[in-house]
């Protein structure tokens, strides 16, 4: 069963517009990272966090973490076309030895 | 620095057939994986392994065979392929205890089984 599941399944905006992607998740967690899959390609690391955190940054990415509520969001700031994918979020259950869980993804698209 | 390579990228097999889908990555990983991807679902983890010589199964491994002989190779054997196997394998790999940089993936196989 899926550990992660993102809420929406599917995001259109506007270019330069941010877009926010959530997760939540069942399980106490090593880390959460988030991922993209551009169509037909593999899957690429964005950033990782881990469960003593609670924000990161990176470039125009911004990941927040609360463990409390067993959540996750991702931001996405002044989006660009480049930006349209899937995004993925996956745990590292401290129950899984290091087995990465994935949820079922968000579909951005990023309109012109 | 090829990464993590997948082996071949497009097949079609009968049912019944058998065949191997090869991963190699040349980073030194000591962590390996293989998922399957289905429409609309996320990635389901059919076996992985934590170095030479040791494999366990994920979620999804029925149907499936793995052996890790080396560091850098990770084949999944499809004994009897039926089309329910019909899906995008992905291998991945990282560092094993506590992984710093996430998981390198390779581009997939999409197989279909007919």
């Known amino acids: 069963s899926q550990q992660g599941e993102e809420d929406p399944q599917a995001l259109s905006i506007q270019e330069g517009e941010n877009a926010t992607m959530n997760c939540s998740y069942k399980?106490?967690?090593?880390?959460l990272q988030w991922y993209r899959q551009n169509s037909g390609r593999g899957l690429v690391h964005l950033i990782l966090?881990?469960?003593?955190?609670r924000e990161k940054h990176s470039g125009r990415l911004r990941v927040t973490l609360d463990t409390s509520k067993k959540s996750s969001s991702l931001l996405i700031t002044a989006s660009r076309a480049a930006d349209t994918a899937s995004y993925f979020c996956?745990?590292?259950?401290?129950?899984?030895?290091?087995?990465?869980?994935f949820g079922q993804g968000t579909r951005l698209t990023i309109n012109p | 620095n090829a990464g993590v390579t997948q082996t071949p990228k497009f097949q079609v097999l009968k049912t019944g057939q058998s065949m191997t889908l090869q991963c190699a990555q040349d980073?030194?990983?000591?962590?390996m994986s293989w998922y399957r991807q289905d429409p609309g679902m996320g990635l389901r983890l059919i076996h992985y392994?934590?170095?030479?010589?040791?494999?366990d199964q994920g979620e999804v491994p029925n149907g499936y065979n793995v052996s890790r002989s080396t560091t850098e190779d990770f084949p999944l054997r499809l004994l009897s392929a039926a089309p329910s196997q019909t899906s995008v394998y992905f291998c991945?790999?990282?560092?094993?205890?506590?992984?710093?940089?996430?998981?390198?993936f390779g581009s997939g196989t999409r197989l279909t089984v007919v």
């Open positions: 980073m030194n990983h000591e962590y």
């Open positions: 392994s934590v170095g030479a010589g040791i494999t």
């Open positions: 966090i881990r469960s003593n955190e």
């Open positions: 399980t106490s967690i090593n880390n």
């Open positions: 991945a790999s990282s560092y094993y205890g506590t992984p710093n940089y996430g998981y390198t």
């Open positions: 996956a745990t590292d259950s401290l129950l899984g030895a290091q087995k990465l869980v």
